[in-house]
Nanobody, 126 residues
Framework: QVQLVESGGGSVQSGGSLRLSCAAS????????MGWFRQAPGKEREGVAA???????SYADSVKGRFTISQDNAKNTLYLQMNSLKPEDTAMYYC????????????????????WGQGTQVTVSS
């Protein structure tokens, strides 16, 4: 059974940094695409960053140059380093896994990813 467990969220001031982690289990980690999404109150869930099995990455325009997605295959863990945080980055952040190649056909959108963690809250104050 696929399980994704996020951690590392918290409250920071504008300009600060956080690193989110996502511990994955229940499948062969390195053979799937992994992604980070976020959802603010009253808004739709949006893609933040993705990394595929060969290490290729993609980012939403709003986080390019500030966020970095990475993975440690030996630890089955996905990371999101978030620097220069802004109040508009405030949201629940979710880790997701694409098991069926959906990311390659649809891109960084929620329907492409079939497995989700429970989320970790990030709050950035001005």
């Amino acid at each position: 059974q696929v399980q994704l467990v996020e951690s590392g969220g918290g409250s920071v001031q504008s300009g600060g940094s956080l690193r989110l982690s996502c511990a994955a289990s229940g499948y062969t980690y390195s053979s799937y695409c992994m992604g980070w999404f976020r959802q603010a109150p009253g808004k739709e869930r949006e893609g933040v960053a993705a990394i595929d099995s060969d290490g290729s990455t993609s980012y939403a325009d709003s986080v390019k140059g500030r966020f970095t997605i990475s993975q440690d295959n030996a630890k089955n863990t996905l990371y999101l380093q978030m620097n220069s945080l802004k109040p508009e980055d405030t949201a629940m952040y979710y880790c997701a896994a694409d098991l069926g190649g959906g990311y390659y056909y649809m891109g960084l959108v929620p329907p492409a990813f079939g497995y989700w963690g429970q989320g970790t809250q990030v709050t950035v104050s001005s």
